[in-house]
C-alpha cells in the first residue's frame, strides 16, 4: 500500500476519533439541556469552526493589561 494511501487513512482514523470524542462529551452534556438550551451535535460539533486571532503590538497588548488591572484594583 502506497504512503499517500497509509497517511489518508491515518488522519481519517484521527478525525473520526475526534468526533467519537466529541460525541461522548456531547452525550454527557444533552441530559442537562432545556428546549432553550438545546444545540445539534452538528453545531456542537464543528470542525470548521475558527477563530479570529487579532494582532496586537506589545505596547497595546500591556495597555490593554494594565487598565484591566487598574479596573480590578479600583474595584477592591
Same mark, same amino acid.
Given at each position: 500500500m502506497p504512503i499517500k494511501h @497509509?497517511?489518508?487513512l491515518l488522519i481519517k482514523a484521527y478525525e473520526?476519533?475526534?468526533e467519537n470524542s466529541a460525541w461522548e462529551l456531547y452525550?454527557?452534556?444533552?441530559?442537562?439541556?432545556s428546549e432553550d438550551t438545546f444545540i445539534s451535535f452538528e453545531k456542537f460539533y464543528n470542525p470548521q469552526k475558527k477563530v479570529e486571532i487579532e494582532e496586537k503590538s506589545e505596547e497595546e497588548i500591556l495597555r490593554e493589561v494594565k487598565? @484591566?488591572?487598574?479596573?480590578?484594583n479600583e474595584r477592591r
Open positions: @497509509i497517511t489518508r473520526k476519533q475526534k452525550v454527557s452534556l444533552y441530559p442537562n439541556m487598565e @484591566i488591572l487598574d479596573t480590578f
